[in-house]
Structures are given as structure tokens and as C-alpha cells.
DNA sequence: TCTCCTCGAGATCT
DNA sequence: CTCGAGGAGA
């Protein structure tokens, strides 16, 4: 008897697989990932048959609202997921079956946790994970437009990445432990909300510490390198060459080369770049900018001051990638595409 | 100089 | 998802 409804349970299972929306990542409406340490928040993670937001399903969920640092109120549950939770994760969580088998299903819940997560800043590892799952599971349960989760979220992940820097990987087991925080416990939401919260005070300690802490919070942008600091780094000048004593500037992505490269050519020549069009410019080398969205009419501004200055009549040429590589090859100058 | 774009590589979530 | 490299534009 036993043995045959656990079977019906498996086929209305595959059944309702199939039916299984599958939520555009792209569609999916979300807050900001934001750098800092505010001492109201609410720790959320949950514990899924997997992996996928899309296949898989919700079996516990912990959120824990801290206010001005300290526990406020604690909510906790088990999901019943309405399908058989697979071995693997039983031996992580050891969550079994049964266990959630008297448990609300996800559809009761979503709403107390809507509720309690309210518009709190959401803190957890990864939290983008437990965020997308909440995420579908609104839409999928509710349709669109009734509840979200557009919270700003911080993701201990991130904050680690930058205030403990060379740990062997940036699991939340490694970050806790790196900085004492006790790790031996069952791999259960409530406890990796609480790992989770005392990793980001001692996370929050230590940045306080740190006297660069407000540079390690901005966002990065990677620095460029300029045009004007490529050096000849060979004896190969040839000044029997057009781009000798030219000066050449770039514009959209090169194809066969990174643009650097490029220049460092043009310098070996014993030509010189530039960032911007002057009436310095002798070539413009035109690359690929159409994934570029501020481009409108196809024409970067570079290619656009280039043509102004033409036609007022300076003395400059407008190349094409492979028409720069012609000229490369035409006076036997070596290079190597890698 | 600063902000915002694309894209590829790499990591963590269960 | 994040970051870094590379790039455009104000």
C-alpha cells in the first residue's frame, strides 16, 4: 500500500515537471548587490533539491532579522516540496522525506516570508541564489506583479573577497573558519543563517580595522592602460612605413588582437597612439563597436571627429581592421596572431 | 577622470 | 553571480 503511493507521488511528479515554468533570468526583476556594513538587516538562506531554480524545489527556508546588530526575530520552517528529495541532498542536510511531509507547502509560506523580509537589506552567501529562488517561486505560485524581492542585497561572498583576501576558496565553511567563527554544526538553514551573520560581524570588525576600508568598498573599475604609456619594446622601426612617425588611434574592438597589442605594433614601427582623435591623427583604425549601445547611427565619436576633420581638410585616413593587418604584412613586419 | 557598457572566465549556492 | 580586461562617452 505504502509501496503504491509513493509511485503515484513519482508519476504526478514527472507529470508536473513538465509544466514547470522556466523564469527568464533576464526577466527577473531584482535589487542591487550593495558593499557596506548596515547593522539592520535580515540573513536569509534556503535549502533546495538542487541546484536549479527552475527544476528544483524549496525544502527549508531561515530568516533571521537583525536590528541595530542583534537578533530581533527568527523565522524558520521546512517546506514540503511535493516531489522526493534526492539522496545526495538527505546526506548534506539530513533532511529526509518525512521529515517535511507535514510541512506547508512553499505556496502557504511565500507570503509570511514576503512579510518578514518586508524591505529589509538581504545578507547571506550568495545570496543571489536563495533571492532567484524566491523569486520564482513567487511568480510561479502567484503570477506576476503580487509579490517580489527587489531588495538590496550583500553578499558575505563579496565582502570577503575584499577583506580576506587568499583564502584557499570562498566557501561560507572556509570564510567562517578563517576568522574563528565555529563551523561544526548540521548543514541546515538556521545555521547557515547564523554562520552567515557572525561571519559578516567579524567581516565588519575587521574592515573596520582596515584603513583602506572605504577603497575596498567601491566598486572596482579596472584601470586602463593609455595609449600615451606603450613603449617600444623592440628594434624593429621601419621608417620606410606609413605608420612610421603616424600617429594612430583605435577605436571599437579589434577582432585578431587585443587593442593593445595593436598599439604596441604601431609603436614598434616607430609610430605613436593616441586615445582621441587631434589634428595630430594621421590613421583611425576601425574596429567591431556594435555591441556597443551608446552607438547609435553606427558611427563611434572617434569616427565621427575623424571624418569632421577630413573633410575640413586634414590629411587623415580611415582604415579597416583588416586593412591595418594589410599594411602590417605589406612591409614585412612581424607579428604573430595568438 | 569618472561612469557605464560587453564579454569571458571562474566560483559558490544545494 | 562576480570580477577583470577592454572600450565609449561626457
Redesign the pocket.
Known amino acids: 500500500m505504502m509501496m503504491c503511493l509513493i509511485i503515484i507521488k513519482r508519476k504526478g511528479l514527472y507529470v508536473n515537471m513538465g509544466y514547470r515554468k522556466k523564469i527568464k ?2 526577466n ?1 526583476k ?1 535589487g ?2 550593495i ?1 557596506a556594513f548596515p547593522s539592520d538587516y535580515v540573513v536569509l ?7 536549479d531554480p527552475c527544476w ?1 524545489e524549496i ?2 527556508i531561515c530568516c533571521n532579522r537583525y536590528i541595530n546588530n542583534n537578533l530581533d526575530q527568527i523565522m524558520t520552517t521546512f517546506v514540503n516540496p511535493d516531489k522526493p528529495i ?1 539522496d ?2 538527505t546526506q ?2 539530513q ?1 529526509t522525506g518525512q521529515m517535511v511531509m507535514e510541512s506547508p507547502k512553499i505556496k502557504d509560506v511565500l507570503p509570511e516570508i514576503n512579510k518578514f523580509i518586508g524591505d529589509s537589506i538581504v545578507l ?3 545570496v ?5 529562488f524566491l523569486h520564482d517561486a513567487y511568480i510561479y505560485e502567484f503570477g506576476e506583479g503580487i509579490y517580489s524581492i527587489e531588495n538590496d ?1 550583500i ?1 558575505l ?2 565582502i570577503a ?2 577583506f580576506l583576501p587568499d ?9 567562517a573558519a578563517s576568522i574563528g567563527v565555529n563551523i561544526s554544526g548540521i ?1 541546515r ?1 538556521t545555521f ?1 543563517c547564523d554562520m552567515t551573520h557572525l561571519s559578516y560581524q567579524k567581516c565588519k570588525e575587521i574592515a573596520n580595522n582596515n584603513p583602506n576600508k572605504e577603497e575596498l568598498l ?9 595609449a600615451c604609456d606603450i613603449v617600444r619594446n623592440s628594434d624593429q622601426v621601419n621608417e620606410f612605413h606609413p605608420f612610421y612617425d603616424a600617429t594612430c588611434v ?5 577582432e585578431k588582437m ?6 604596441q605594433i604601431v609603436v614598434n614601427i616607430g609610430g605613436y597612439c593616441n ?2 582623435i587631434t589634428r595630430e591623427t594621421d590613421y583611425l583604425i576601425l ?1 567591431d ?8 547611427d553606427g ?6 571627429k575623424a571624418e569632421d576633420l577630413k573633410i575640413k581638410g586634414q590629411d587623415i585616413e580611415i582604415i579597416s581592421e583588416s586593412v591595418f593587418y594589410d599594411m602590417i604584412h605589406e612591409y614585412q613586419y612581424p607579428f604573430v596572431i595568438d
Do not use: V, W
Request: charge should be positive.
Open positions: 533570468c533576464e527577473r531584482k542591487k548587490s558593499l538562506d534556503i535549502k533546495t533539491t538542487g541546484f528544483d525544502i527549508e534526492p545526495h541532498i548534506l542536510t533532511i547571506g552567501q550568495c543571489y541564489y536563495d533571492i532567484n542585497y553578499d561572498i563579496r573577497h575584499r583564502l584557499p576558496n570562498y566557501s561560507l565553511a572556509m570564510i548543514y538553514a547557515g567601491k566598486n572596482k573599475y579596472s584601470k586602463k592602460t593609455k583605435f577605436t571599437g574592438k579589434l587585443i587593442r593593445k597589442k595593436a598599439m586615445d582621441t574596429g563597436y556594435d555591441y556597443c549601445k551608446t552607438i547609435i558611427k563611434s565619436s572617434k569616427y565621427k
